[in-house]
C-alpha cells in the first residue's frame, strides 16, 4: 500500500545517506565484496562469506534487522521501493548498526537486473503487496515470470520464502509454482500454529495480522 510521502522525508534520507542505496544494479555480481569490504571495516562477528539472503518489499526492516542480528553469518540485503517506509529502517540502523544489513532504496522491476545468476542464498517475500484486481496479475510478487527471475539468481539448493496473510494470493502463488513445476519444500497455512522455524522472526505486517487473529499463510521452495 502506497503510504503518504513524509512531510520531512528528503530531509531525513540526506541525514541516512550512508545507510541507504539507491542504485542497488551495481553491484551485481559483487554482493559478497559488498559485505566482505565492511567485514575488515568492523570487530564484530559477522561474516561476509556467509548466506547472502534477500527480502525484496523489506517495509521498515523489522524482519530483516531481527534475523541479522541473531544471524551475523548471514548478509541480508533489504530492499524497498517506498522512501517513507525504508527511512525507518535506516533509522534503525543508525541507531544500532549492523554489518550485515544492507539497504537499497529502489522498485525492482527485474530481479535480475540487481543479482547475477546463482548470487544468491535466499528470498524472502514478507507480506507482499496483493494485488487483488485480475489485470494487475503482473504486479504481485509471486507472478511466475517474477518467480522465474528469482529461481535464476538463487544458488542450487537455493530457496524462496513467502508470507503473506492473504488467502487469494497464497492460492495465487501456489498456482504459480505448481505451474512452473518447482517443489514445494514446506507449507503451512497456520504458521504460527505449527510452529514452524519461519515464524521465528516476524514483520510489522504479521504482528498486526496476528493481533487481529489472522493465520499466516507460508510456503518455501527450493531451486535444484
Ligand atoms: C505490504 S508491505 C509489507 C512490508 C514488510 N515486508 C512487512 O511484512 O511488514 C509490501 C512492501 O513491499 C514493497 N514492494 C512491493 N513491490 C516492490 C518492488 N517491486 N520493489 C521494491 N519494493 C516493493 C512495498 O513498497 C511495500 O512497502
Known sequence: MRQRKLVDLDERMANLAEYIDKDGTVHKGKWREVFESRDSDSDSDSDSNGELCLEL???KGKFIYEMAR?????????????????????????????????????YVRDIRDYF??????????NFSDPWPKARHAKRRLTYHENLKGYMEVLRPGGFIEFKTDNDGLFEFTLEEIEELGYPVDEISRDLHADGLDSARFTTEYEEKFIKKGAKIKYVRIIKE
Open 57 to 59: 518489499g523489506c517495509g
Open 70 to 106: 541473531d544471524n551475523p553469518d548471514r548478509n541480508l540485503i533489504g530492499i524497498e521501493g517506498q522512501e517513507s517506509v525504508i527511512v525507518r529502517a535506516a533509522e534503525k540502523l543508525k541507531r544500532e548498526p549492523l554489518p550485515n544489513v544492507y539497504l537499497v532504496s529502489t
Open 116 to 125: 547475477e545468476e546463482g548470487e544468491l542464498d535466499g528470498i524472502f517475500l
